[in-house]
DNA sequence: TCTGGGGTCCTAGGACCC
DNA sequence: TCTGGGGTCCTAGGACCC
């Protein structure tokens, strides 16, 4: 028996969710985001594979978004649904009783023992399948990265395997920007040092990538190039670090009153998030976008842990205070930091 | 017509202490 | 009078992911 590591990832998550409750939406461009409107301030959550022919994908604001696609069928992004849906599911993963490690709404890993991983996979698929209707595909690998690289290769619906046997046969004249955790920057930087593909990264001078991104990204990127990296599988529940709120408004607001008053908003919003946590906060963090999409962030150390919102709301007041660049304001956002450690 | 919202982790620089 | 070298903690920012 080996020790196997698979990634599941649910199909189009998002647009799958919606297709369910409105079959008719089957088989046409759907792209899910902000409130719906291609007009306003926002981009998209999740386009159906239809609407990514048009080359809509996640991120894309929604107002071009409706340019390329402009019969694309366009939904508000609804979270309740989304969270219910990602609770069935991985309620039926977990019930197969493997460990799993739960990463987000639409993916997991799990780590199974077997002779046969195509047949975990598919009896996977299958079980989510019944139990939720949903699609998904199942990477297989002897570690995380092998799994995760693997999954976005089985798409859609299908099981694919990738081990150190098959890696650069598979990614090596890959770019290596389709490592997760190397990004358009990293991708730049990369190039910068004549590096574009997996294998080339995976060759590197570990001195030369080390001085560039750092003594601990530096040598991860080139172990990742390699598909090597951690084969662990927790089944520990997950504690957030940090729980936030933020708004991007549809007019930037210009009036610093007003400014206060929406920071006060989103504080009593997250001391809520924080309250529903049962861990008090030790430090706010409030974020402000200003019209130019210049991002800051102040914060302010609660004098002792707390969860209320007087205490939330004038932490986040104090941080605010810290700001002293007065122009227009695109998006205010509120953070609450929980202590960390075991406790 | 630009560029969401909710997260995580790492780095760099300054403060502070011995 | 022209001031070293560590270590650690805190803060802000950067990069990335879904």
Known sequence: MTRWVLHVDLDQFIAAVEILRRPELRGLPVVVGGDGDPAKRGVVATASYEAREYGVHSGLPMRT?????????FLPADRAAYEAASAEVMTALRELGYVTEVLGWDEAFVAAETDDPEAVARRIQQHIRNATRLASSVGIGENRIQAKLASALAKPAGVFRLT????????????????????????????????R?????????LAAVAARFGPT????LVQTARGLGSAEV??????PRSRSRETTFQRNIEDWAQVREQVLRLAAQV??????EQRPAVRIVVKVRHAPFRTSTHGHTLAEPA??????????????????????????GVRAEFADGED
């Open 217 to 220: 990204i530096g040598p991860w």
């Open 65 to 73: 978004a409706a340019r390329r696609c402009p019969d694309a069928v």
């Open 164 to 195: 150190s046997g098959s890696w650069f046969s598979v990614l090596g004249e890959r770019p290596a920007g389709v490592l997760p955790g190397v990004g358009a920057k990293t991708e730049r930087k990369l190039a910068g040092m004549g590096i």
């Open 271 to 276: 001391a809520q998030d924080v309250q529903a």
């Open 307 to 332: 969860s209320d919102g007087a205490a939330i709301g004038e932490a986040a007041l104090a941080a605010l205070d810290k700001f002293t660049d007065r122009r227009p304001v695109r998006l205010l």
């Open 234 to 239: 927790s089944a520990e529940p997950y504690l």
């Open 197 to 205: 593909t997996v294998t080339e990264l995976a060759g590197a001078d």
